[in-house]
C-alpha cells in the first residue's frame, strides 16, 4: 500500500491550496478515505472524510472552507482549502478513515497571518 500526499505550501491567510494523494493497494479503492493533520505539539485529528460513493463528512473547524473529493478511476483524493487560517497549519495526511494501515510522509500546510 502507498500513499503519496502533495500540494502543500507556504500561503498568507485568506488564500487557498489543493492538496492531491494519490493512493495505491486495493483496501483503499473500497474504503472510506480521509484527510487528516497534525500540527506541532497536537495530535492528529480528522479533517474531512470521503465515502467511495462521494458522501462527505467535515469537522467543524473546517467547514464551509474545505472540499473533499475522490476520483476513484485515478485513485487520488483531494482536499480544496479555501479561506485559509494560521491554525490551519499542520501537515497534512490522507488514509482509511478507518483502521489506517500504516501512514505516508503527509505534505506540509503553513499558512502566514
Known amino acids: 500500500v502507498q500513499l503519496q500526499a502533495s500540494g502543500g505550501g507556504l500561503v498568507q491567510a485568506g488564500r487557498s491550496l489543493r492538496l492531491s494523494c494519490a493512493y495505491s493497494g486495493y483496501i483503499f479503492t473500497i474504503r472510506t478515505m480521509a484527510w487528516f493533520r497534525q500540527a506541532p505539539g497536537k495530535q492528529r485529528e480528522v479533517v474531512a472524510t470521503?465515502?467511495?460513493?462521494?458522501?462527505?463528512n467535515y469537522a467543524d473547524f473546517v467547514k464551509g472552507r474545505f472540499t473533499i473529493s475522490r476520483d476513484n478511476a485515478k485513485n487520488t483524493v483531494y482536499l480544496q482549502m479555501n479561506s485559509l487560517k494560521s491554525e490551519d497549519t499542520a501537515v497534512y495526511y490522507c488514509?482509511?478513515?478507518?483502521?489506517?494501515?500504516?501512514w505516508g510522509r503527509g505534505t506540509q500546510v503553513t499558512v502566514s497571518s
Open positions: 488514509n482509511s478513515f478507518r483502521a489506517p494501515p500504516g
Open positions: 470521503v465515502a467511495v460513493g462521494g458522501s462527505t
